[in-house]
């Protein structure tokens, strides 16, 4: 016989209990703070990929998807139902490797939270209070999964733990009590994907649609719970100890739980490239302000790292998001352009002579003692080799953009939003949105600011 | 066990074999979009036309659930696309259409599925049609294709699916649906949509992307979202092939590093073509008789001989011993509280046979589950492995009821191979029952009968829509 009785005071009912208590005056107001970065910084990052092409045939299917389209697609003039709405969101918002992190998971929670939580706070039309709760919820919740989470090798965390922060945000939107986000979660964590990490090292682009295929599946299960579905009694400790994850560690999700904040413990991207490149880059960043080097004077260039990032090695990366996962094209592309942006990964830039011939001199090595390090540090060290026989060094433990590191300020963040919705919104708007979204919990009704986002 | 002998005289040109240009996929690829029904033995269209009527049927009698029902209000309405949501009195888009359509398909567990995949221990059937038809029809409606066209994408559909499962292992705690037939679904969709083999490559691999893990222990314990993975499954397989059109990339070889590490832990690609353009999976698959878990099928079969041979009274019913195949032994929960965990109980499966002399869609409906007698007699049936069952899966999967009755009688059935499987197909007849069984209640006798009909003609049919007009609840005169 199959066990039936349910033990009341699990897991996930302290986990579902504490989310479902936030409101914002009960929260520290650095939480608070936290979570408003977290908006503005994700809500650039997805606009500034509103643009591409493909973002703009995907958005075009999904508002022809959908039968109650009241969620709006953001820096376009399209609405589509909620879930297919956080799908385009989701897919955009990881486009540009510029959507901020958690180092101690690897993953993405804030893209999910915020890609599914803009769409469904519409359609729920609930306050801007309410949304910033939801996102701060959605991010604990999928943080601390994947903190106890160990996925099986070769998968990604794009379309796993990180759907939880989709659930849940969609979840309190829809103004769920302990019980029945217990059940959205419990439904959700049989919708994760299958994911493989090698499409993002091949430049996959369908790797951008896990992160968009799992912010719909978090509405999704929301959706569904409302519909009378039913999940199991515990599909955290199913899927993430035994299917997608190989081990669980149960004790983790719950530690310094209501003290600790994990989305306070989060990154934010000023480099439009793989997280794991940040150390190398920022120590490239730090030789070249003491020493202006001309690319055709380095004989070499030599990357130690932890090894994770070491696999990224590919000289010659054959398109834009195979490039955003090699560290010899993101350290040629800024020493040759002397930037780290949305630019460096165009196809101008893939095909760029200059950049290709300087990546090929650029060795990449593992290194045993920095794998070790991992993931309180990341650390990197880069050696230049100069013709004339100079050899310059120099390393970083960590990337800059962490709460511990070199944190980005706030007005920083503002200047990266603003660098990236201006493109797809005009500058007018885009100021406009930045200063409702930095003052978002004074917003009684989400529709205030909701006209901003499209175009 | 080959049932393939009827099928190998075909005349078909021979197979694509990978070389040094192209790989397996390119195979599969290049025999979806190539096949024309014409190359078809009339064996492999007629079991096309039985998957696709039984299925029509299945889908109807879960699209009545409240469940099944709420999601298709939410994401369907009055002419809201050009895809039916069967059932109802409304339409939606492809991807919705297929969500929500997949969902009700498998909702009473009584859809056709395909044989197991080969190895030990066993592992559970896969059931290509739910993840196939929702997405097929509602790309072919959207087209407008003919029924011929319709037809040819639900066989080199199938086949593309199955063939991934054969070739490999899927993890046993994962559930099957939403995973390969995905694939199935998304290479009928892009057939249907004329890609050609370079989208078609494209398509099967974002397919293999975008497939998800779900646990089996929802189905276990009874939990609806059990029903959702296929319907989640035909959605993924219309988005992939629309994600295809929209130039997304797939990763140089996802079959190999999804089905050799993550969802299975190896995959033998020379499975994957073997026999292709031969050898046609759909011929390979079963049909229901019984709305339960295949494998509680043999358990309740052997019931249902047991009491033609000898009319047992329930109520005289001491004890009912079930001895049957590893994998089937689990499904021995005595007290199910939901419709689903009714259909994973042999207890409730065999129970409905002894007291009801049916095992059908209302035996496990959650009304069923407040009926005292069955209730009092599901009590008393034990299932227990026995290992020489166990050790002659998968090719036969037997199972030996025995029923005690309070007056000291003793009457014992073995079933070793449970009907509705290509060594024992149900009858045209049976599977005509069975649809008109599911479908009156929803669409009415005449549309049912018009389904049937155009089913039949299916080859002759100009446009699909000619057809699905009659997956809709007759508009009651005002």
């Known amino acids: 016989m199959k066990q039936t009785n349910e033990r009341s005071d699990d897991f996930l009912d302290t986990l579902t209990g504490l989310v479902t208590s936030i409101t914002l005056d009960r929260i520290p107001s650095s939480v608070v703070k936290a979570g408003r970065r977290i908006l503005v910084d994700t809500t650039g990052v997805i606009l500034a990929a509103m643009d591409e092409p493909q973002i703009q045939a995907l958005a075009g299917q999904m508002a022809a998807a959908s039968a109650a389209p009241c969620s709006s697609i953001l820096g376009s003039n399209q609405r589509a139902d909620a879930m297919w709405a956080a799908l385009v969101h989701g897919t955009a918002g990881v486009w540009h490797e510029l959507d901020g992190g958690h180092r101690f998971t690897g993953g993405h929670p804030a893209t999910y939270a915020v890609a599914a939580g803009l769409a469904v706070a519409e359609r729920q039309a609930v306050s801007g209070g309410q949304l910033l709760e939801a996102i701060i919820a959605g991010y604990e919740v999928a943080a601390r999964v994947g903190l106890a989470t160990t996925l099986r090798p070769g998968m990604d965390t794009h379309g796993s733990w990180p759907v939880l922060a989709a659930a849940t945000a969609a979840g309190l939107l829809m103004g769920y009590d302990p019980r029945r986000l217990r059940e959205t979660l419990n439904v959700s964590t049989s919708l994760n994907l299958a994911s493989s990490n090698r499409a993002a090292y091949e430049g996959a682009t369908v790797r951008n649609v896990y992160a968009g295929f799992g912010a719909a599946m978090g509405v999704l299960a929301a959706d569904l719970v409302n519909d009378g579905f039913t999940g199991e009694r515990d599909g955290i400790s199913t899927i993430f100890g035994n299917i997608a994850g190989v081990f669980l560690d149960v004790d983790k999700v719950l530690e310094g739980l209501g003290e600790r904040w994990e989305i306070e413990r989060g990154y934010y991207r000023i480099h439009a490239c793989a997280r794991c490149i940040h150390p190398a880059l920022d120590a490239l960043i730090s030789i070249s302000k003491g020493h202006d080097i001309l690319p055709e004077e380095i004989e070499r260039l030599d990357v130690h790292t932890y090894s994770m990032a070491a696999t990224l090695n590919d000289a010659a990366p054959q398109n834009p998001l195979a490039a955003r996962f090699s560290i010899p094209h993101v350290l040629a592309s800024y020493l040759v352009l002397r930037e780290t942006g949305v630019a460096n990964y165009s196809q101008t830039a893939l095909k760029n002579d200059k950049i290709r011939a300087l990546a090929r001199r650029i060795t990449v090595r593992g290194d045993r003692g920095m794998t070790s390090r991992t993931p309180s540090q990341r650390p990197a060290l880069i050696r230049v080799v100069l013709r004339d026989g100079r050899i310059l060094e120099a390393s970083a433990a960590l990337a800059s953009g962490e709460y511990d590191h070199q944190p980005l300020e706030d007005e920083k963040l503002s200047e990266k939003f603003l660098y990236l919705a201006s493109g797809p919104l005009g500058k007018q708007k885009a100021t406009d949105l930045l200063d409702k979204l930095w003052h978002l919990d004074t917003a009684e009704d989400i529709a205030e600011i909701n006209h901003l986002f499209t175009k | ?478």
């Open chain 2, 1 to 478: 066990m080959s049932g393939y002998d009827l099928i190998v005289k075909s005349e078909h040109k021979g197979p694509c074999l990978p070389n040094e240009e192209r790989d397996a996929v390119d195979c599969l690829a290049e025999y979806a979009v190539s096949t024309r029904l014409e190359d078809l033995p009339c064996e492999v269209v007629e079991h096309a036309r039985h998957v696709f009527l039984d299925t029509l049927g299945v889908i109807m009698g879960g699209s009545i659930e409240p469940q099944a029902s709420a999601m298709a209000h939410r994401l369907g309405r009055q002419g809201g696309g050009p895809c039916t949501v069967i059932g109802h009195n409304l339409q939606s888009s492809k991807l919705n259409a297929a969500l929500v359509n997949g969902t009700a398909a498998t909702w009473l567990d009584f859809d056709s599925g395909h044989r197991p995949p080969p190895g030990k221990p066993l592992l559970p059937a896969a059931h290509p049609p739910v993840h196939l038809v929702p997405a097929a029809l509602a790309a072919a409606e959207a087209m407008g294709a003919s029924g011929a066209e319709f037809l040819t994408a639900l066989v080199v559909g199938y086949d593309i699916g199955a063939r991934i499962g054969m070739a490999s292992r899927l993890r046993a705690e994962i559930h099957p649906h939403g995973t390969y037939h995905n694939v199935s679904a998304a290479s009928a969709a892009a057939r249907l949509e004329g890609a050609d083999a370079i989208r078609m490559k494209n398509t099967i691999a974002l397919a293999v992307h975008l497939e998800i893990m779900p646990s089996f222990e929802n189905a276990y314990q009874g939990r609806t979202v059990r029903n959702v993975y296929a319907g989640v499954g035909a959605t993924a397989g219309i988005l992939a092939a629309q994600l295809a059109k929209a130039n997304f990339s797939p990763q140089h070889d996802a079959l190999g590093s999804i089905y050799g590490a993550i969802i299975s832990p190896w995959l033998d690609p020379e499975r994957l073509v073997k026999g292709l353009g031969r050898q046609y999976e759909i011929t390979q698959g079963f049909i229901k008789p019984f709305a339960a878990c295949r494998f509680a099928h043999p358990a309740v079969e052997a019931a249902e001989k047991l009491i033609k041979k000898h009319p047992v009274d329930p109520d005289d019913i001491d004890a009912v011993e079930v001895m049957t195949f590893d994998w089937a032994a689990s499904l021995n929960d005595q007290m199910p509280q939901t419709d689903l965990g009714a259909k994973f109980s042999i207890p409730w499966a065999v129970a409905s046979m002894l007291v009801r002399g049916s095992a059908g869609a209302d035996e496990f409906r959650s009304a069923a589950l407040r009926d005292e007698r069955l209730r009092a007699v599901a009590a008393r049936i034990r299932v227990r492995e026995d290992p020489h069952y166990s050790a002659m899966t998968p090719s036969k999967r037997p199972a030996r009821v025995t029923v005690k009755t309070g007056h000291g009688e003793v009457y014992t059935e073995e079933v070793e191979r449970s009907g509705g499987g290509p060594d024992a197909p149900l009858s045209k007849e049976m599977i005509r029952k069975k649809f008109r069984d599911l479908a009156e209640p929803v669409i009415g006798k005449e549309q049912s009968e018009a389904v049937i009909d155009k089913v039949d003609t299916l080859g002759d049919i100009a446009d699909i829509r000619d057809l699905t007009r009659f997956l809709i609840p007759p508009v009651s005169s005002p």
